[in-house]
């Protein structure tokens, strides 16, 4: 029974560069949430889907972030012209539905700029 | 917009003793959830308590239990018995019942558990 799958565990991109995250929720969960951990600080929402829908995207940069949930595959966070400030960790967590139903969370992806 | 508050940005307690992790927040809604998460060195996300507003009893998971208090906006966590293994970050987080229910976070307390 696989819990949030995020890959890569690491990543590191120079200035310029674009930044792929991928999460596969658990299984029987069709709702995925991302957050962003900055260093010494607590997750900040990014963004909210299901399956090929953005239901809620309020935390999410206006700039070079983007993020989709397709019908078949993980969902994938993606951030173009990566600059330093993008270095954090990124979150996946998801559930089987929204409200009543507690988030889990994978092991986050840690982005490192050049 | 909601906020959660931890006031508490780092707590140390010695092996069997018990602590009190302190968590507010502020919000207009009257039913929401209220979690607490434990984040280890290995940076896992781990859900150690989940509490429903509407709820007047005080959820307790093993060693754990949250002391709720709704009118004062009031979500502390009692860690019974420390054990080495939780020694860890503490994020309180907050989720209402709506479209969205994204969970927001507070900054966090830094527990250490010693001998």
């Known amino acids: 029974n696989a819990g949030v799958m995020q890959n890569p565990r690491h990543l590191v991109r120079r200035r310029g560069q674009e930044a792929r995250l991928r999460c596969s929720p658990m299984k029987g969960h069709s709702h995925v949430y991302w957050y962003r951990q900055l260093p010494e600080e607590g997750l900040k929402f990014m963004v909210y889907l299901q399956k090929e829908n953005i239901i809620d995207e309020s935390g999410m940069p206006k700039e070079r972030f983007s993020a989709e949930f397709p019908k078949e595959g993980p969902s994938i966070l993606r951030i173009q012209q990566v600059v330093r400030g993008d270095s954090a960790a990124y979150f996946c967590a998801s559930s089987r539905n929204r409200g009543n139903q507690p988030q889990h969370f994978g092991d986050g992806t840690r982005l490192s700029i050049l | ?115």
């Open chain 2, 1 to 115: 917009a909601q906020t959660v508050t931890q006031s508490q940005p780092e707590m140390s307690v010695q092996e069997a003793e018990t602590v009190t992790l302190s968590c507010t927040y502020d919000t207009s809604e009257n039913n929401y959830y209220l979690f607490w998460y434990k984040q280890p060195p290995s940076r896992q996300m781990i859900l150690v308590i989940r509490q429903e507003a509407y709820k007047q009893q005080n959820a307790t998971e093993n060693r754990f239990s949250v002391n709720f208090q709704k009118a004062a906006k009031s979500f502390s966590l009692k860690i019974s018995d420390s054990q080495l293994g939780d020694t860890a970050m503490y994020f309180c987080a907050f989720s209402d019942t709506g479209t969205a229910s994204k969970l927001t976070f507070g900054t966090g307390t830094r527990l250490q558990v010693t001998l």
